[in-house]
């Protein structure tokens, strides 16, 4: 399958989850999927164009993710395997937020009444307080960059497999 085809397949396809894709389908996808956003990237000085593009290209990115995985074999199920880092990150982010206006509330305040051993304190207090929040993000994010390697970085580079060879996701050539 050409560049041209497989862009043609994937918009084709845009909300098919069943069949599967090969290797060429796939990759050609994620190749149109680059130079687009690296295009919105460019014109994005003129027009804000990225979250347009973010939505447009979510669900057959998806689908044609699934196919592939379906392809080589692997359930769809992997692709669900980042979300259980979804949590902690959003949890170091607001802790992350209200450290940061609780710090800004703490210090404009014992300025403002001249306490400077306060403001000392205070700051250390709020140090400790974002450190942790920056890490939970940090070791969620490397979780989730883990989970994104080995889903679409190994599983969707094996070649395909048939029913024969041990796949069950996909119909046998003859019944």
């Known amino acids: 399958m050409g560049f041209i085809r497989a862009i043609k397949s994937g918009f084709r396809k845009y909300f098919v989850f069943t069949g599967t894709a090969t290797r060429p389908e796939y990759w050609y996808w994620l190749l ?9 990237f460019l014109v994005q000085e003129w027009v804000s164009l990225q979250l347009y593009q973010v939505l447009l290209m979510f669900i057959p990115t998806l689908s044609v993710t699934v196919r592939r995985l379906r392809d080589a074999g692997y359930s769809w ?11 902690p990150f959003v949890i170091g982010l607001v802790q992350f937020w209200i450290g940061v206006v609780k710090m800004q509330v703490e210090l ?15 700051m250390v207090l709020a140090r400790q307080e974002l450190s942790g929040a920056i890490t939970t993000m940090v070791v969620s994010l490397i979780y989730m960059a883990g989970s994104f390697l080995l889903v679409w970085g190994f599983f969707t580079t094996r070649k395909s497999k048939s029913f024969e060879e041990g796949n069950k996701r996909v119909a046998p050539k003859n019944p």
Do not use: R, T, Y
């Open 32 to 40: 149109f999927n680059l130079i687009l956003a690296v295009g919105v």
């Open 77 to 87: 199920a992997w692709m669900l395997l980042k979300v259980p880092a979804i949590i």
């Open 108 to 122: 404009g305040k014992n300025i403002f009444e001249g306490d400077l051993d306060q403001v000392s304190l205070h």
